[in-house]
């Protein structure tokens, strides 16, 4: 059994301590397990410490049967280590794991409902309460409810407690399993649950609890937080942002989603016109292809290469060419910068030509893949300067 400093003191950083086993790991490891430790291992929805055994890089710290081991990549020389904790990111597990204690008993306050899942990541710290729905109302009135314990700067108390004095405290949630002495963590008159974990000493300490944003998520709502630190840098992180678009707006803050909303509505509306000017453009541009083609027998052929076109665009200028008249349609379009190069071939059916082996011939010339039926076949590869060789072809192919 490790003596589990942080139970009786979270704020230790620094301790020495006995080695009283070394075990190799797979992937050329070594489990440590001292007399002592401060080193908080994974469990109970708080990540691991990290730190150092002397010099030695903590990479992740587990529990197992009371015995507490720490994993590192050298093995220590003496038989006792001074530890060392990465304080930064214990008192960040701190803050949030004593914010998450105080704004789940609001909710269990406010509304009645519990709290059925916590989970402390490096990029999200969030509740599951046992609620169908939470309105910004809602949310907002828990966030002041917890805010206001920490501002009141409340005690935080850790005590192991035993079996039969259990009753006597106001339990938010009971214990998952039969025990001898558990370890209660309570804020005075506002909570007081089992937990294992690592706590401020004062409510103040958690400077700040912001409700990020909530969802429904496997029969509950699932509240997205952050406290302390994480609070601070979300704060940091959102008034850079609004600064950034006020100024690109030249509106206040409080004005961008309204500016924001008129740009979108306005760049809905140009887009619309765009794409009605772009259909006319293309109806008259067919028109073009169509009156100046050449005409075979008793239709056009009308060949063209149209820079810079999608292949989308092309295939819906050789449907518009078709919907004139009669008439084989050779098109091709390239760009250069892009690498790319397309042909649509198509025809009035019934025509005697045959688009699927003609575009395998022009792609014999230029290169890439396609193909299609005998009135409609495209395909294309990466930008060719033979595309006018390749439509020749093509076109030659039909006036024998
Ligand atoms: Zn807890």
């Given at each position: 059994m490790t003596e589990k400093l942080y139970y009786a003191d979270s704020y230790q950083k620094e301790f020495s301590a006995k080695v009283e086993e070394l075990h190799p790991l797979a992937g050329d490891l070594w489990g440590i397990v001292l007399d002592r430790t401060a080193f908080y291992p994974e469990g109970g929805g708080q990540p691991c410490d990290t730190g150092?055994?002397?010099?030695?890089?903590?990479?992740?710290?587990?529990?197992?049967?009371?015995?507490?081991?720490?994993?590192?990549?050298?093995?220590?020389?003496?038989?006792?280590?001074?530890?060392?904790?990465?304080?930064?990111?214990?008192?960040?597990?701190?803050?949030?794991?004593?914010?998450?204690?105080?704004?789940?008993?609001?909710?269990?306050?406010?509304?009645?409902?519990?709290?059925?899942?916590?989970?402390?990541?490096?990029?999200?710290?969030?509740?599951?309460?046992?609620?169908?729905?939470?309105?910004?109302?809602?949310?907002?009135?828990?966030?002041?409810?917890?805010?206001?314990?920490?501002?009141?700067?409340?005690?935080?108390?850790?005590?192991?407690?035993?079996?039969?004095?259990?009753?006597?405290?106001?339990?938010?949630?009971?214990?998952?399993?039969?025990?001898?002495?558990?370890?209660?963590?309570?804020?005075?008159?506002?909570?007081?649950?089992?937990?294992?974990?690592?706590?401020?000493?004062?409510?103040?300490?958690?400077?700040?609890?912001?409700?990020?944003?909530?969802?429904?998520?496997?029969?509950?709502?699932?509240?997205?937080?952050?406290?302390?630190?994480?609070?601070?840098?979300?704060?940091?992180?959102?008034?850079?942002?609004?600064?950034?678009?006020?100024?690109?707006?030249?509106?206040p803050v409080a004005e961008v989603p309204a500016a924001a909303e008129r740009h979108l509505s306005r760049l809905e509306a140009l887009n619309k016109q765009l794409q009605a000017a772009r259909q006319e453009l293309a109806g008259r541009l067919a028109d073009d292809l169509y009156e100046k083609a050449d005409i075979f027998t008793d239709m056009r052929l009308v060949v063209s290469v149209i820079p810079d076109a999608t292949a989308a665009e092309l295939a819906d200028l050789a449907k518009t060419v078709l919907a004139r008249g009669r008439a084989v349609v050779f098109l091709a379009t390239g760009n250069a910068e892009l690498n790319k190069s397309h042909f649509v071939f198509a025809c009035t059916p019934g025509t005697s030509a045959n688009m699927g082996g003609l575009l395998k011939k022009a792609l014999a010339v230029t290169g890439g893949k396609g193909g299609g039926s005998a009135h409609l076949a495209q395909g294309g590869g990466i930008w060719s300067d033979k595309l006018e060789d390749a439509l020749r072809l093509a076109r030659e192919d039909v006036i024998g």
């Open positions: 150092w055994l002397d010099d030695i890089p903590v990479q992740a710290v587990l529990e197992k049967d009371g015995s507490i081991m720490h994993v590192t990549a050298t093995r220590p020389v003496g038989n006792t280590v001074v530890g060392r904790l990465n304080w930064r990111r214990r008192f960040d597990h701190m803050q949030q794991h004593s914010g998450e204690h105080i704004l789940s008993a609001v909710f269990a306050d406010l509304f009645g409902r519990e709290n059925i899942g916590f989970h402390l990541g490096a990029d999200a710290v969030y509740i599951d309460v046992t609620m169908d729905s939470l309105t910004g109302e809602q949310a907002a009135a828990a966030e002041a409810a917890a805010n206001a314990v920490v501002f009141a700067n409340l005690p935080v108390k850790c005590q192991m407690v035993s079996d039969h004095d259990l009753a006597k405290f106001p339990l938010r949630k009971q214990p998952a399993k039969g025990f001898a002495k558990l370890r209660l963590v309570s804020v005075a008159g506002v909570d007081c649950c089992p937990c294992g974990g690592t706590h401020v000493a004062a409510s103040g300490e958690i400077g700040l609890i912001k409700i990020r944003s909530w969802e429904r998520k496997a029969g509950a709502v699932r509240v997205d937080f952050v406290c302390g630190g994480r609070a601070l840098e979300d704060y940091r992180l959102n008034s850079s942002v609004a600064r950034e678009l006020s100024v690109r707006l030249s509106v």
